[in-house]
């Protein structure tokens, strides 16, 4: 904006004001008129525009008759060289157009603009017509801001953001760059000062920080060239005011995701204040405002190419953990074992933590949501994972109860999908509940619901998990990629399924062909499950509460039955819930082309798995290859297999959150 200073002289009437490029100021020429004015006209500096309201009939007498209310418009198109090089002049004319008088109006013009990426192409543009509010889609517009929820620490591990200073230099590039940009004469009128200001909700979710180091210095410089400007105590803080043909650099960071207190929305305020007579405070003459929106946390799906695989290692599971390196070596991503006197003996890797990753037009890197679930594996996240370029954000219960549906086991995401027309390019994030019409159940706690709605871009679906012992939605339902249709396949455990597959292998003559085989107590004959009463009444309610989730699952992610694939997995029930009755091999680790499942023992013809061989050749179809893996004593028989003993950090998405049309 450019302002003006302006003043007015004549007789006794003196006054200053200022105006803005692109904004109109008004002057009353009432108040600079001599007494018995009847006529007036104008005459100015060429970029110095004006206009007469009411404007004057098109073929009325010259010079103009005062009417009343005559206001006249001021703007100015460029930045003054120097001070005072343009005015603007008033005569005053008599009755009988007489001259009584002459106002010159001195004027000034600065321009002030406060610069962010409001385009998100990375740059920070100058003075974006849009860069004052915030629009959703590939129009749209406004800026990004990541909370800066790494740690550039290398030795004392804290998140960044819980420092009111640059932790280190290399900390600004997490941030979002701000400039204030000004041209116009070397001086400002006296008294005249720059203040930024935030309001108090935002000073709690945002911090500003500016630049003092010397221009393009960037990697020479040192945190104290970065003092705060606002945020936390501070909401407001004059900024020194460089003039002539400046630039500022501002810094930018994020403090709070969304939330359900917080929309994620924040506006950063430069006014300048004009000196008022003593004793008055100053009077801001003109604000500039940004807005940014805070960047959501984003979950990744199957679908997405796999980075780095986590396990745990325990005293029980060496051969597990020998088959998943040969997997994840075939995957072509990296293992990361979690070794025992950090996991403590707690080998569910799924249930205590989440990957995702936050993003935005100058940075992006992955983010881990620990679970408040908390078992012995409670520090891995904060610990190991949080570190350079990798953020941790993490919700708590407080006095809230925490059960096992807060285990991530209970927070997957679906591939993209498009439900009625609407598009989710993310996917959606599902998760597990007590039934809806259960007036007691184990949910999913408030806080960590809250978050994961309040994320926006991956709008969560909740299904009904609480019918299962252990109560996680990875127990019934995973996605796998697929070269056709929608890109994924949706695959369900069935009891159904299995029980056509143990029916067609006692029709087969194969009735008396072992489930177990080699595990000794457990074994157990194909026609002793199926005379099985009451595993088979267990399972029709399974089947019953799989359906009910099957038709939420059909109407949100918008499926139909052949994206759909059921899995022959039987469950049986403890304690009035279900567990898996041999190992669940939906419960599986997707690695690209390559299933990680667990490995069935089931009823062997011709000395082949019969589960094995079904689940091979549904999945063959899709071009995927199975590897099954035994889990059985050191995962299965503790309630989890594959799937809840691992954890997938993937690719983020090509898709940019902030393309999203909502
Ligand atoms: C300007 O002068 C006219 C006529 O004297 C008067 O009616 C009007 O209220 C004045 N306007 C202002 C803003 O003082
Ligand atoms: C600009 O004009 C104002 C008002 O006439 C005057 O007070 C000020 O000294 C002038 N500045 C310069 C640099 O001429
Ligand atoms: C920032 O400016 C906008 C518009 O000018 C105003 O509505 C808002 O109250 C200001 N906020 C603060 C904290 O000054
Ligand atoms: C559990 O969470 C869901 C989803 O937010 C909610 O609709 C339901 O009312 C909650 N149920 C209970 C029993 O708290």
């Not at 962010?116 to 192409?121: G, Q, S």
């Not at 941030?175 to 008294?191: D, F, I, Q, W, Y």
């Not at 996917?427 to 019409?437: C, K, L, M, Q, S």
Request: charged share 25%.
């Amino acid at each position: 904006m450019l302002t003006v200073h302006l003043f007015v002289c004549n007789c006794c009437f003196c006054r200053t004001a200022l105006l803005y490029l692109g904004q109109v100021a008004v002057v009353n020429e009432n108040l600079s008129a001599p007494p018995s004015s009847t006529y007036f006209s104008v005459k100015c500096s060429p970029n110095v525009q004006y206009r007469i309201t009411p404007p004057p009939a098109k073929s009325g007498p010259i010079p103009t008759p005062f009417n009343g209310n005559t206001v006249l418009l001021l703007t100015m198109d460029t930045a003054s060289e120097v001070e005072n090089d343009s005015k603007l002049s008033v005569m005053y004319y008599g009755k009988k157009k007489e001259v009584l008088g002459k106002a010159v109006v001195h004027l000034t013009a600065f321009e002030i603009s406060l610069d962010v990426d409001a385009d998100r192409d990375g740059q920070v543009e100058r003075n974006n017509p849009n860069k004052g509010s915030w629009m959703w889609g590939p129009n749209g517009h406004g800026a990004i801001l990541l909370v800066n929820c790494d740690s550039e620490h290398t030795c004392r591990k804290s998140l960044d953001s819980e420092h009111a200073e640059v932790t280190r230099v290399s900390d600004l590039k997490d941030m979002s760059p701000m400039v204030l940009r000004t041209s116009g004469p070397a001086k400002l009128p006296e008294g005249y000062k720059l203040t930024m200001h935030i309001s108090q909700g935002d000073a709690e979710c945002v911090r500003v920080f500016r630049s003092t180091a010397e221009k393009n210095l960037f990697y020479k410089s040192f945190v104290k060239d970065y003092p705060l400007v606002v945020g936390g105590e501070d909401l407001s803080k004059e900024v020194p005011c460089l003039w002539g043909n400046a630039e500022m650099n501002f810094y930018v960071e994020g403090l709070r995701f969304p939330d359900k207190d917080f929309e994620g929305l924040i506006s950063i305020n430069l006014s300048m204040l004009e000196p008022s007579s003593q004793g008055f405070p100053e009077t801001p003459i003109f604000t500039d405002r940004v807005v940014f929106r805070v960047a959501p946390w984003i979950m990744t799906p199957n679908t997405l190419d796999p980075v780095e695989v986590f396990v745990c290692s325990t005293t029980d599971n060496d051969p597990f953990l020998k088959r998943m390196r040969r997997l994840v070596k075939n995957s072509g991503c990296k293992l990361k074992i979690c070794p025992e006197d950090m996991n403590r003996g707690d080998r569910w890797m799924q249930d205590e933590i989440e990957f995702g990753y936050i993003d935005s037009p100058h940075q992006r890197f992955p983010v881990v949501l620990d679970s408040p679930r908390d078992g012995d594996l409670q520090d891995f996240p904060y610990d190991v994972l949080l570190g350079q370029d990798f953020g941790y954000v993490t919700r708590t219960a407080y006095g809230k109860e925490v059960s096992s549906l807060d285990s991530f086991g209970n927070l997957e995401v679906s591939p993209p999908v498009t439900v009625n027309g609407k598009n989710y390019p993310l996917g959606r994030i599902i998760i597990g509940v007590a039934f809806p019409t259960a007036t007691k159940g184990r949910n999913m706690t408030k806080v960590v619901q809250d978050f994961l709605w309040a994320q926006k871009v991956q709008e969560p679906i909740a299904l009904f998990s609480d019918w299962l012992l252990v109560g996680h939605v990875d127990e019934f339902m995973t996605f796998v990629p697929a070269p056709d249709k929608k890109g994924f396949r949706l695959l369900l455990a069935s009891p159904d399924a299995s029980y056509k597959l143990f029916r067609g292998l006692q029709n087969g003559g194969h009735g008396q062909a072992k489930m177990f085989d080699g595990l000794g107590a457990e074994e157990i004959t194909v026609d002793e499950i199926l005379s099985d009463e009451k595993l088979k009444a267990e399972n029709n309610y399974v089947q019953s509460c799989i359906d009910w989730n099957r038709d939420v699952l059909k109407r949100e992610l918008g499926l139909d039955d052949d994206d759909i694939i059921d899995l022959p997995i039987l469950f049986h029930v403890m304690e009035n819930r279900a567990v898996a009755y041999y190992p669940d091999m939906v419960n599986m680790i997707v690695l690209g082309k390559n299933l990680g499942i667990p490995k069935p023992f089931g009823p062997k013809v011709d000395g082949r798995c019969a589960l094995e061989a079904e689940m091979t050749s549904l999945m063959e179809g899709l071009g995927l290859s199975c590897t099954y893996i035994d889990d059985f004593a050191s995962y299965h028989k503790l309630l989890g297999e594959v799937h809840c003993g691992s954890n997938v950090r993937r690719e983020p998405f090509s898709f940019k959150w902030w393309n999203l049309e909502m």
